[in-house]
């Protein structure tokens, strides 16, 4: 889609030099110098172990503007290469597993066409043990092919996805995946069942089908399946979710109480993703549920005790299960390996991976400077008031340069323009704008349109879509307008081990929320850098590095941009101008203000999507 800048017809030999130095610098691996950092939490071994990920939405290049994550996929497959060495030298086992989502949110995933061209080659030279699906999967067709016929196929038995199917021909759905897997560990010989779902998603493309968890679990295949292969087969099932691993979310435990069903004393464990946020559960004294983050700032750490006596619930869950959230950098990588130097470190895999990421990054252009960012502008460590917010900057000064794509559409004199928040994926910081920050901010390229309605009733409607989580049906959830981990801190009511727990401290960022200094790893919370500090049902101790937390304001379902005359009428023709994606919410908010929309009377409006207009305002030097 973007072709190289640099790339000249004039002067050829020095611009060959010129390349060519370039290339060569750009594609050597940096020296790793290690920075004063806190004291690790140490990870505790198992019998079996899981290293687990999910939600990388493409961030294999790491995040280059943030130390705290700055290793990449490279660097991961080095570590867990190291991992393996380690278990299998202590007789234990150790096993990857990955929750989905690996689309929209980086330009190494989404500056190709189509999607991921360049990045699912680089995902895949990790080797998983069990995987799945995610929605990012599904939205557009070549994303679900792509999915299905490179990553399925490579990992072949184990990519696992029990209920979303892909039409391999006109009419005939096969599943994406395999619908289990069955197999033995290489150092204890735990026999494992392992499962892979995705939650009930309803906005995937017409070549793909998902299944509902409620619907799968009244088929004959996975009855047979658990009447096959009985407890005494069994020690341990795994499944493996593109779901939110909390309390709350009624599928999974729909799922937890049919498969106790067959399975009343069988070890369960869960991995899930989707609400972008480090959580682990306890469902009951042999079950949790990890869930690992997002965007590769997160690596998740699982171990399980196959033999534990039995006690109380609360003491046999803990000497069963351990977990940890380890931050994505070097250093909690290598401290994890015990490796101190960084040759000794990187395997040659790992190496070259990360060639291969920094050449891919070079031919797509993405370090192309399109402008200068002055301030850095949060999603929700500000209030969305605050001069520093991504949306206060979007409402006031992007959104206001939005223009329609040709001169033929019929324009009113007032408007309004209304973006959903979840449209937004992660802060804008300071330092060049180039080609990668116009995807990692909005990767979406969806098209503006419009509807002309009076005024009284176009001014009613980021009010009404504001008013809470109120779902009509499965299509129109206003919740869904956030982003991921806003939504899940909207509704979580889970409990703890030792009593409630307030759902405000599920997040890092809960204003409520302060690291209290324990074990003696930091002797001044100052010194602690501002970061992940979760609250789960283990704890506070999950998080493989102290950290400061950082404050989370809660920001709206949408936000909007006005263009009106407080002197004109309330009939006046107004246009309603949003994101083809949120129809259905724009619809179901005119008629809860008495306004009978159709989506036939919705039109085109523009192409020219956020990340396009974020691009031309940094162009033009305006922030």
């Known amino acids: 889609m973007f072709g190289n800048s640099h790339s000249r017809p004039i002067a050829i030999s020095l611009g060959l030099v010129v390349t060519v130095l370039a290339t060569i610098l750009l594609l050597r691996q940096p020296a790793y110098h290690k920075d004063p950092a806190p004291s690790l939490r140490n990870l505790e071994w198992r019998d079996i172990n899981f290293v687990h990920t999910t939600d990388t939405h493409g961030w294999y290049s790491g995040h280059l503007n943030q130390k705290q994550y700055q290793a990449d996929w490279g660097n991961f497959i080095s570590f867990t290469t190291h991992l393996r060495e380690i278990a299998h030298a202590k007789g234990q086992d150790l096993l990857l597993v990955d929750s989905g989502d690996r689309h929209d949110g980086n330009g190494l995933s989404d500056a190709t066409k189509p999607n991921g061209a360049k990045s699912l080659p680089i995902f895949i030279q990790q080797d998983y043990d069990i995987l799945t699906i995610g929605n990012h999967e599904l939205y557009e067709f070549e994303n679900s092919k792509a999915e299905y016929e490179i990553v399925a196929k490579h990992y072949n038995s184990n990519y696992i996805c029990s209920n979303v199917e892909y039409e391999v021909s006109e009419g005939v759905f096969k599943s994406i995946g395999r619908k289990y897997k069955y197999f033995t560990t290489p150092m204890k010989g735990i026999r494992i069942l392992a499962l892979g779902f995705l939650f009930d998603f309803r906005r995937n493309n017409d070549h793909t089908r998902v299944k509902p968890i409620s619907q799968v679990i009244e088929e004959s295949w996975i009855n047979d399946l658990f009447s096959e292969f009985t407890p005494d087969k069994v020690d341990l099932i795994v499944i493996n979710g593109h779901i939110p691993v909390s309390h709350d979310w009624e599928e999974l435990q729909t799922l937890h109480a049919f498969i106790r069903r067959f399975y009343p004393s069988t070890k369960i464990q869960y991995f899930g993703g989707h609400s972008h946020i480090r959580d682990f559960a306890v469902y009951d004294d042999k079950s949790t549920g990890l869930q690992s983050g997002r965007f590769c700032e997160t690596v998740g750490w699982l171990g399980i005790n196959t033999n534990v006596s039995q006690s109380s619930s609360n ?185 409630s727990r307030n759902p405000s401290q599920k997040v890092f960022q809960s204003p409520e929320l302060s690291y209290s200094i324990n074990e003696g790893v930091v002797s001044e919370r100052k010194q602690l850098t501002k970061g992940y500090v979760t609250h789960d049902d283990f704890g506070d101790d999950g998080d493989d590095t102290p950290h400061r937390a950082v404050v989370t304001h809660k920001v709206p379902n949408v936000i909007e941009s006005t263009c009106l005359d407080q002197n004109s009428s309330d009939d006046t023709p107004t246009d309603l101008i949003f994101y083809d994606f949120i129809i259905p919410n724009i619809i179901w908010a005119l008629h809860e203000l008495g306004f009978e929309a159709e989506k036939s009377q919705v039109s085109f409006f523009s192409s020219d999507y956020l990340g396009k207009l974020l691009h031309e305002y940094a162009r033009n030097d305006k922030f």
Not at 395 to 421: A, H, M, V
Not at 446 to 475: F, H, Q, R, S
């Open 315 to 499: 003491s046999e869950v803990k000497n069963t299960f351990t977990r940890s959230y380890i931050d994505f950098n070097l250093h909690s990588f290598m401290h994890h390996t015990g490796i101190t130097s960084f040759e000794k470190f990187t395997t040659p895999k790992g190496e070259h991976v990360s060639r291969q990421i920094k050449k891919a990054r070079y031919e797509l252009g993405l370090e192309t400077v399109v402008g200068q960012v002055n301030s850095n502008y949060y999603m929700d460590y500000v209030s969305i008031t605050h001069p520093k917010s991504i949306f206060k900057l979007l409402s006031d000064k992007i959104l206001p340069t939005l223009k329609p794509t040709n001169d033929s559409i019929e324009l009113s004199s007032e408007r309004i323009i209304i973006i959903n928040t979840g449209s937004i994926r992660y802060d804008l910081y300071k330092g060049p704008f180039t080609l990668d920050t116009e995807y990692i901010v909005s990767p979406f390229r969806n098209n503006w349109v419009k509807i002309t309605v009076p005024k009284k009733y176009a001014v009613g409607v980021t009010n009404v879509l504001n008013g809470g989580g109120y779902i009509l049906n499965k299509e129109v959830d206003n919740l869904h307008l956030l982003p991921p981990q806003q939504r899940s801190s909207r509704s979580i009511t889970p409990k703890i081990l030792d009593g």
